[in-house]
């Protein structure tokens, strides 16, 4: 008998996605996905359970399903997309703690994965060259995303020592980036006239989406508990991205970057918060050998062979820009 693996956040791509490809594995014997709304799309094999994982009755389906991996995915990181701030927060933190103890209390569960983010180490002119797995943030977060993660690590840490039984795997993923992404990061590529910081040129890494879903299943299918930096090979600086881009850009003071962000997310043009502000100053770059030598896992794509899938998928619109900009 294969694995019953349990997904959240299903209604999102990354999840769906995920989904589907752990329901085609062979070591896989089934794949329940849990959301509050269905996913979009086909979802192959998967089996959809609609629960929301902020309510106890979460426990009751792991019970029924059998379930014995979960892969919590449901973090997420824009306001915008849950409805405010205050709605984000209880999502992410509330819905972990509730899926913490269901899973604590529940007696086919023994392996856990959580999908974190290096969005935990901060960005900081105070910050190490490398971020290695046993490092904290210069600066603990007071607010948003990074916040979220902080608390939810934490906690996922409690569960670990409360349920030694259980294998506990903390994938702490770069910026994840591909033809198929849709986040703060991409949508700031995808603007017309990149902003950027007078005077600092970051270094930047990235995952590519689908290095995200094989270390995903990676986790689930292996028995390897830990918290592990994943990434791409190398780094790029924000001006080599953007030259790779071929996107004009601007360079401003820190202060009208921030605004020019508070501007575009009043208008929803994208979700530009203080934490994504800092990548963009200071940048960040995380050690990966524990990612080799404990986990087992290498990546298919490197930082640069990442970025430039992703730019193969956004110089089309850049040519339409630019020939109807001709064209006027």
Do not use: W
Not at 21 to 37: E, K
Not at 111 to 122: A, C, D, P
Not at 290 to 304: C, D, H, I, K
């Amino acid at each position: 008998m294969g694995r019953v693996v349990l997904v959240t956040g299903i209604s999102r791509d990354i999840g769906r996605r995920f989904a589907r490809a752990a329901a085609g594995d062979p070591s896989i014997d089934r794949v329940i996905g849990v959301d509050v709304i269905p996913p979009r799309g086909d979802i192959g094999d998967v089996s959809f359970v609609r629960a929301d994982i902020r309510n106890p009755v979460i426990a009751k389906v792991l019970a029924k399903e059998d379930v014995d991996t979960v892969v919590h995915m449901s973090v997420i990181a824009t306001p915008g997309s849950a409805g405010g701030r205050g709605t984000m927060k209880e999502l992410n933190v509330i819905g972990s703690m509730q899926l913490l103890a269901a899973c604590q209390k529940s007696t086919t569960v023994d392996r856990l994965v959580v999908k974190s983010t290096t969005t935990v180490y901060g960005s900081s002119p105070r910050d190490p060259a490398m971020f290695t797995e046993d490092m904290g943030p210069k600066r603990l977060p007071s607010s948003g995303y990074a916040k979220d993660v902080y608390e939810i690590e934490g906690y996922v840490r409690g569960f670990a020592r409360r349920r030694p039984d259980v294998d506990v795997t903390m994938v702490r993923a770069a910026n994840v980036i591909g033809p198929h992404v849709s986040s703060p990061l991409t949508n700031y590529f995808r603007l017309p006239v990149i902003p950027r910081v007078l005077g600092f040129d970051p270094r930047l890494q990235f995952l590519h989406e689908d290095d995200l879903m094989r270390v995903l299943a990676h986790a689930a299918t292996h028995a390897v508990p830990g918290t592990f930096n994943v990434a791409g090979d190398g780094l790029l600086t924000l001006a080599q991205a953007v030259r790779r881009l071929g996107t004009p850009s601007v360079a401003l003071p820190r202060f009208a970057v921030g605004r020019l962000g508070a501007t575009m997310r009043q208008a929803r043009l994208s979700d530009f918060s203080p934490e994504q502000l800092g990548y963009l100053t200071y940048g960040r770059g995380v050690d990966t050998a524990r990612m080799r030598s404990v986990l087992g896992f290498e990546p298919s794509f490197t930082t640069a062979e990442a970025f430039a899938d992703f730019c193969r998928s956004v110089a089309p619109a850049t040519e339409r820009a630019r020939e109807g900009a001709g064209r006027g």
